[in-house]
């Protein structure tokens, strides 16, 4: 659970895939972040307490080999060369994702329980 990412909100996200897309140098290369590094454990933390559960529910699991410790993003050339910046504030984009998945259930439930594998079985075996 120490492992670190740089978190983002996925709108803020789709936003600068658009920038890029429509504002950026054809062959360039331009890293999308938010500068919101923290820990999976940080996370978990956070989910935890807004559904207002305790830490017993953790698990932690083996990591596979050669896990990255730590992803991190410079993303000063779409700051700065695009004039992109991120909009939502972590604890902003959390509780609006958090939000999302609390009202979404149906969309999850049927990823959990493997649906979709059955979709993909009747949309691709024996191609």
């Keep these: 659970g120490l492992y670190i990412r740089d978190w ?26 938010a500068d919101e590094e923290r820990t999976n454990l940080d996370i978990t933390d956070i989910i935890l307490e807004t559904f207002g559960k305790d830490a017993s529910l953790i698990r932690h699991v083996k990591d ?35 939000r999302w998945y609390v009202d979404n259930e149906s969309w999850w439930r049927k990823i959990k329980s493997g649906e979709y594998r059955q979709y993909y079985e009747r949309m691709y075996s024996g191609r």
């Design 8 to 33: 983002i909100y996925v709108l803020d996200h789709c936003i600068a895939l658009d920038k890029v897309l429509h504002q950026g140098e054809p062959g360039e290369v331009y890293n999308v972040g």
């Design 64 to 98: 596979r080999p050669g896990h990255d410790r730590r992803y991190a993003i410079d993303s000063g050339k779409i700051q700065n060369g695009l004039g992109w910046r991120p909009r939502t504030s972590f604890p902003e984009g959390m509780k609006k994702t958090l």
